[in-house]
């Protein structure tokens, strides 16, 4: 188990909608995908599984601006963010408050495909380590959900996530953890 809070980001693709009688505004979603392979360092992965936010979807989230506390564009408790488990992952459907510049901004940003990826910030309650084809991959079982985010852009283009903001030291922990099982597979193989 690591303790901290980690963010992803996706590219998922969000929407900019209204209900039937245009009144309403919302911004929707998926931001966690499960079952997807996600590089974190070379060679080393991640992926949440199907059931690793169960348990958290009836808490009070809420939805930011770019993981940005300030910038709160919806919560649960105050039912302006729905979250739901769907096939692939977990949906969500923000109430855009007409009132709030910051959401209207955003709004027309991703209503005209200027913003379209999605980010969570979650604490990991418990993960497994497996092997997948030759890959090493932390499994994430159980989370405890703080917030999710609709984010301008991936730190790291060429897998399609962020950055997570997470300490130093527990992704040095993670590959270390990684090279030392390699090695000792390697060990027993010689003997």
Partial sequence: MREGIQLRTRTERMAATSDDSGKKKYIEGYFIVFDEYYEFAPECYEMFDNTSADDTLGDDVRALI????????????????????????????????????????????????????????????????????????????????YEISCCTFPAYETTGISARSKSEAVEKLRQYRSFKERMEERIKKWH
Avoid: P
């Fill in 66 to 145: 770019n993981h940005d506390t300030t910038l709160v564009l919806g919560r649960t408790k105050a039912n302006t963010l729905t979250l739901k488990k769907r096939g692939r992952g977990i949906w969500g459907r923000i109430e855009i408050n007409e009132n709030d510049h910051d959401a209207m901004s955003l709004y027309a940003r991703v209503q005209r495909g200027d913003v379209d990826q999605c980010s969570c910030g979650f604490e990991i309650i418990d993960e497994v380590v497996e092997t997948h084809e030759a890959k090493r991959v932390w499994v994430i079982k159980k989370i405890k959900l």
